[in-house]
């Protein structure tokens, strides 16, 4: 069945430092893929998506590109700050499952340090 | 415009109580969903609508009921509440065809507690 694994956390990095976040898929069909950041105490907000292979989602800085070949999408930015610091789910959506459901790997913590 | 909101934001049940999380989306939102969200293990869907008068299983249906006797509300119901459900608890929704392109509406989450 479809599925999402990340790379686990926590991550702690200084401010402006490079951050990767990685994440692969299972999907048996043409998923599209997602990026959703939690702050502290808040639910999940969309950061970024692609819909096919190839596409690059970008969104505040942070970039991830849908590699079919490798069945990646991982999540980039070149300098975080402080207000970066959340925790960062990797999703999927295959359209032929359901109701378009939504399948999230188990989230990474990121934590920026001044 | 509210969006997704969720009540109540917290609640602490005892083993054995019973209680309904209340999920509304102004959004004329056709498709809703309840996920728990468990340390190390992410989201996880519990149930799902996809309209009116309709609800599905999701991935971890057992020890939980749904409504959506209406299109903007979708309720979560636990009959008896057990440690195990001590979890945050997120509502969703989206149009048809929408959460393959865009994705999903989260609301804030519930915080629940069973002791």
């Known amino acids: 069945g479809d599925s999402v694994t990340q790379m686990e956390g926590p991550v702690t990095l200084s401010e402006e430092a490079f951050l990767t976040i990685n994440c692969t898929y299972t999907?048996?069909?043409?998923?599209?893929l997602f990026w959703y950041v939690q702050y502290p105490g808040e639910g999940l907000q969309l950061l970024l998506k692609?819909?096919?292979?190839?596409d690059k989602g970008s969104n505040k800085g942070f970039e991830a590109t849908y590699r079919k070949e490798t069945t990646s999408f991982h999540l980039e930015k070149g300098s975080v700050q402080v207000s970066d610091s959340a925790v960062y789910f990797c999703?999927?959506?295959?359209?032929?499952?359901?109701?378009?459901?939504?399948?999230f790997g188990t989230g990474t913590r990121l934590t920026v340090i001044p | 415009n509210a969006g997704v909101t969720q009540t109540p934001k917290f609640r602490v049940l005892k083993t054995g109580q019973s209680m309904t999380l209340l999920c509304a989306q102004d959004?004329?939102?056709?498709?809703m969903y309840w996920y728990r969200q468990d340390p190390g293990m992410g989201l996880r869907l519990i149930h799902y609508?996809?309209?009116?008068?309709?609800?599905a299983k999701g991935e971890v249906p057992d020890g939980y009921n749904v409504s959506r006797l209406k299109k903007q509300n979708f309720l979560l119901g636990l009959e008896s509440a057990a440690p195990s459900q001590t979890s945050v608890y997120f509502c969703?929704?989206?149009?048809?065809?929408?959460?393959?392109?865009?994705?999903?509406?989260f609301g804030s989450g519930t915080r629940l507690t069973v002791v």
């Open positions: 969703a929704s989206s149009y048809p065809g929408q959460g393959y392109n865009y994705g999903y509406t």
């Open positions: 999907a048996t069909g043409y998923p599209s």
């Open positions: 692609a819909t096919k292979a190839d």
């Open positions: 999703a999927l959506s295959d359209s032929r499952v359901g109701a378009n459901n939504l399948f």
């Open positions: 959004m004329n939102h056709e498709y």
């Open positions: 609508s996809v309209g009116e008068g309709t609800t």
